[in-house]
């Protein structure tokens, strides 16, 4: 009985991980380069939204998800265009970029909401019989992707790159990289990756659409990187156990004990918080030297 | 010379408007909506009566405060997106107040629920401040988790120990007793909280400008390794700084309560204080700058839920208009000073 329950939870943390280490991973290669983006949570929020009405219409939810995230590197192009060719603030982009994915995704999603959609095959990974461990493909595909992240980051020329103009943009130029490019690229990275969490999200994990359906998400994304330490290997360690903490709550509510859903409902929030303390020190020195600071270019612009 | 340059700016401003407007409209008539119509609705409703734009004038109230909870911590370098859960803390703690003082005079009273108010929000700035002065945690991140958890919070009184009984079925507290209200203007619906923000303005030029204090505070955000050389406590003013701004955003949350809704419920802020902070990152934390911007962002708050009553376009809009015209803001180089250059010309 007790084996059981502890299977349930890995299985179910497995699931809950997934949607997380999507942007999470995504962010990662962004803040890499030198660039935060605080609209992630609107992002996953686009990429719900428009790949949930999209199965509902077209009923075949691979294309929707791939639509959806889509929709969130368009989204996140705004964003790289304020910030790469505009030099605007990377905070104040990112929120804005939140609002956006709000309230558009609610006014996409307005019609769908308590509608079912076609939801994404389940593949059993312990064979045919078993109930736990069954996942959809971009569940398998997810943990494949960070490590992927991982060998692209550290193991490749391109990676050195990517993460040479997170560290000193103006060195990478002179070095003969366009730092503007790099992130142009990650900043479209980004986007998809976040859309496709929220897509996975709502077609694989929730089923349902529901206005703010992401709670937060995408802000325990940001997280997740400081406490990853900008490493995509980590960041799995840190989808895992947000994804435990909320299956947990869940199976908590669902066993009817005597506290209180809302402080249940904190649980996630309140780990997230507390790993980042136990984490935090140390970790201004694992962060990219340039992240958040706005790159002017070398060249003298006319004056 | 100069008078060319104002001029050129007076028309890419205006341009500018004419595009967000234009986008808008389109984004409206894609859902089967008629945008003139909308705007028309908008103005008449919201400016060209007195009733519309005593209400535009309650919106501004909250975000005249949640802005002054960005700024001050701003001032000392730090990043507090943390508005919206010191919002709620703040009517919590207001509300506790609120519902449990005997029966004193409202001139008594009001002081005490609103001091209340503004150490839940206090409280709610607090812990960030005290992360981020230890370097554990970064204020950005930790303010935006935060924000998640005040509500939930809130959730657990409204729907538990606090709810009313006399309405079961909307989870929210019992009213408050007319001595713990907020008065109005007349028969207006314009409340004292509008005035306590204009006041809170003035107190903050004061401080950040005129004394001792905030030349030490902006030293922090200017400098902190100089300052700790000579010797000003920075850590101190670290958690100092968003202790402040968090009272701010409580005060908010709390007169929000006690002068709009009478009690506390979930449903208390459309994301007032993210939109503080976007008001006072526009205005560059310069205090007419924030008048002016709170006053543009309330007078879309309010153009929304016209438009949800009269044309039926979901609230959500609101958000997107609001991100359409940063989006443009953003764009501009050299941004983000958009109301401190028009505060400037003000003056001249």
């Given at each position: 009985?007790?084996?059981?329950?502890?299977?349930?939870?890995?299985?179910?943390?497995?699931?809950?991980?997934?949607?997380?280490?999507?942007?999470?991973?995504?962010?990662?290669?962004?803040?890499?380069?030198?660039?935060?983006?605080?609209?992630?949570?609107?992002?996953?929020l686009?990429?719900?939204?428009?790949?949930?009405?999209?199965?509902?219409?077209?009923?075949?939810?691979?294309?929707?998800?791939?639509?959806?995230?889509?929709?969130?590197?368009?989204?996140?192009l705004?964003?790289?265009?304020?910030?790469?060719?505009?030099?605007?603030?990377?905070?104040?982009?990112?929120?804005?970029?939140?609002?956006?994915?709000?309230?558009?995704?609610?006014?996409?999603?307005?019609?769908?909401?308590?509608?079912?959609?076609?939801?994404?095959?389940?593949?059993?990974?312990?064979?045919?019989?078993?109930?736990?461990?069954?996942?959809?493909?971009?569940?398998?595909?997810?943990?494949?992707?960070?490590?992927?992240?991982?060998?692209?980051?550290?193991?490749?020329?391109?990676?050195?790159?990517?993460?040479?103009?997170?560290?000193?943009?103006?060195?990478?130029?002179?070095?003969?990289?366009?730092?503007?490019?790099?992130?142009?690229?990650?900043?479209?990275?980004?986007?998809?990756?976040?859309?496709?969490?929220?897509?996975?999200?709502?077609?694989?994990?929730t089923?349902?659409?529901?206005?703010?359906?992401?709670?937060?998400?995408?802000?325990?994304?940001?997280?997740?990187?400081?406490?990853?330490r900008w490493?995509?290997?980590?960041?799995?360690?840190?989808?895992?156990?947000?994804?435990?903490a909320?299956?947990?709550?869940?199976?908590?509510?669902a066993?009817?004990?005597?506290?209180?859903?809302?402080?249940?409902?904190?649980?996630?929030?309140?780990?997230?918080?507390?790993?980042?303390?136990?984490?935090?020190?140390?970790?201004?020195?694992?962060?990219?030297?340039?992240?958040?600071?706005?790159?002017?270019?070398?060249?003298?612009?006319?004056? | 010379?100069?008078?060319?340059?104002?001029?050129?700016?007076?028309?890419?401003?205006?341009?500018?408007?004419?595009?967000?407007?234009?986008?808008?409209?389109?984004?409206?008539?894609?859902?089967?909506?008629?945008?003139i119509?909308?705007?028309?609705?908008?103005?008449?409703?919201?400016?060209?009566?007195?009733?519309?734009?005593?209400?535009?004038?309650?919106?501004?109230?909250?975000?005249?405060?949640?802005?002054?909870?960005?700024?001050?911590?701003?001032?000392?370098?730090?990043?507090?997106?943390?508005g919206?859960?010191?919002f709620?803390?703040?009517?919590l703690?207001?509300?506790?107040?609120?519902?449990?003082?005997?029966?004193?005079?409202?001139?008594i009273?009001?002081p005490?629920?609103?001091?209340?108010g503004a150490?839940?929000?206090?409280?709610?700035?607090?812990?960030?401040?005290?992360?981020?002065?230890?370097?554990?945690?970064?204020?950005?991140i930790?303010?935006?988790?935060?924000?998640?958890?005040?509500?939930?919070?809130?959730?657990?009184?409204?729907?538990?120990?606090?709810?009313?009984?006399?309405?079961?079925?909307?989870?929210?507290?019992?009213?408050?007793?007319?001595?713990?209200?907020?008065?109005?203007?007349?028969?207006?619906?314009?409340?004292?909280g509008?005035?306590?923000?204009?006041?809170?303005?003035?107190?903050?030029?004061?401080?950040?400008?005129?004394?001792?204090?905030?030349?030490?505070?902006?030293?922090?955000?200017?400098?902190?390794?100089?300052?700790?050389?000579?010797?000003?406590?920075?850590?101190?003013?670290?958690?100092?700084?968003?202790?402040?701004g968090?009272?701010?955003?409580?005060?908010?949350?709390?007169?929000?309560?006690?002068?709009?809704?009478?009690?506390?419920?979930?449903?208390?802020?459309?994301?007032y204080?993210?939109?503080?902070?976007?008001?006072?990152?526009l205005?560059?934390s310069?205090?007419?700058?924030?008048?002016?911007?709170?006053?543009?962002?309330?007078?879309?708050?309010?153009?929304?839920?016209?438009?949800?009553?009269?044309?039926?376009?979901?609230?959500?809009?609101?958000?997107?208009?609001?991100?359409?015209?940063?989006?443009?803001?953003?764009?501009?180089?050299?941004?983000?000073?958009?109301?401190?250059?028009?505060?400037?010309?003000?003056?001249?």
């Open positions: 009985m007790n084996g059981d329950w502890f299977l349930s939870w890995i299985s179910g943390a497995i699931l809950y991980a997934a949607p997380l280490l999507y942007p999470t991973v995504g962010e990662v290669l962004g803040q890499r380069t030198g660039m935060v983006n605080l609209g992630l949570e609107g992002l996953m686009l990429g719900a939204s428009t790949s949930f009405a999209l199965s509902v219409r077209l009923g075949n939810p691979w294309v929707a998800v791939f639509l959806g995230a889509g929709v969130g590197l368009l989204a996140n705004i964003y790289a265009f304020l910030v790469v060719k505009r030099n605007a603030s990377q905070l104040a982009t990112g929120l804005a970029l939140m609002f956006f994915g709000l309230g558009v995704s609610a006014l996409l999603g307005k019609p769908y909401v308590g509608q079912m959609a076609a939801a994404l095959p389940k593949y059993p990974l312990l064979g045919p019989r078993s109930l736990l461990f069954r996942y959809d493909l971009l569940v398998y595909v997810a943990f494949l992707l960070a490590a992927l992240a991982w060998v692209f980051l550290f193991r490749t020329r391109w990676g050195l790159q990517l993460r040479a103009v997170g560290e000193n943009p103006a060195h990478a130029y002179a070095a003969g990289i366009s730092p503007a490019r790099v992130r142009l690229a990650a900043a479209c990275v980004v986007g998809f990756l976040a859309g496709l969490g929220g897509a996975q999200l709502a077609l694989g994990v089923q349902t659409w529901s206005e703010g359906m992401t709670a937060g998400r995408g802000f325990i994304a940001i997280a997740l990187v400081i406490f990853s490493n995509p290997l980590r960041a799995i360690v840190g989808a895992i156990l947000f994804g435990g909320v299956v947990l709550q869940l199976q908590l509510q066993r009817g004990i005597g506290i209180s859903p809302f402080f249940l409902d904190m649980f996630p929030y309140v780990l997230t918080l507390f790993v980042l303390l136990l984490w935090g020190r140390g970790v201004r020195h694992t962060a990219p030297a340039s992240l958040g600071r706005v790159y002017f270019g070398t060249e003298e612009r006319g004056g | 010379m100069d008078k060319n340059r104002l001029a050129a700016g007076s028309f890419r401003l205006l341009l500018h408007v004419v595009l967000i407007v234009g986008v808008f409209a389109l984004f409206l008539w894609a859902n089967g909506k008629d945008p119509q909308a705007v028309r609705d908008t103005v008449r409703i919201n400016l060209l009566q007195w009733r519309g734009l005593w209400g535009v004038m309650v919106r501004m109230a909250p975000l005249l405060l949640t802005a002054l909870a960005a700024a001050f911590p701003f001032r000392a370098g730090l990043i507090n997106v943390g919206e859960g010191q709620f803390l703040g009517a703690l207001g509300t506790w107040a609120a519902l449990n003082v005997p029966g004193l005079p409202q001139w009273t009001v005490i629920v609103l001091l209340a150490v839940g929000g206090g409280l709610w700035g607090w812990i960030p401040g005290l992360l981020r002065a230890r370097g554990w945690v970064n204020e950005t930790s303010t935006l988790l935060l924000n998640y958890l005040a509500p939930l919070i809130v959730g657990y009184f409204v729907f538990g120990p606090w709810r009313a009984p006399e309405l079961a079925i909307y989870p929210q507290t019992p009213e408050f007793p007319d001595v713990a209200r907020l008065p109005a203007l007349g028969t207006t619906r314009l409340h004292v509008f005035f306590i923000g204009l006041l809170f303005l003035f107190a903050y030029w004061f401080f950040i400008h005129k004394t001792r204090w905030g030349l030490e505070m902006r030293s922090v955000g200017g400098n902190p390794e100089a300052s700790r050389r000579l010797g000003v406590p920075v850590s101190r003013w670290v958690v100092l700084a968003m202790v402040l968090g009272a701010m955003a409580g005060l908010a949350g709390i007169a929000e309560v006690a002068a709009v809704h009478y009690r506390l419920k979930l449903a208390i802020s459309p994301g204080g993210f939109m503080g902070f976007l008001v006072n990152w205005a560059g310069n205090p007419v700058g924030i008048v002016l911007m709170s006053f543009v962002v309330a007078l879309i708050a309010s153009g929304g839920f016209t438009l949800q009553i009269t044309q039926r376009i979901p609230y959500a809009a609101v958000n997107v208009l609001l991100a359409l015209i940063l989006f443009v803001v953003l764009a501009k180089p050299a941004s983000g000073i958009l109301a401190k250059s028009l505060a400037r010309r003000w003056k001249a």
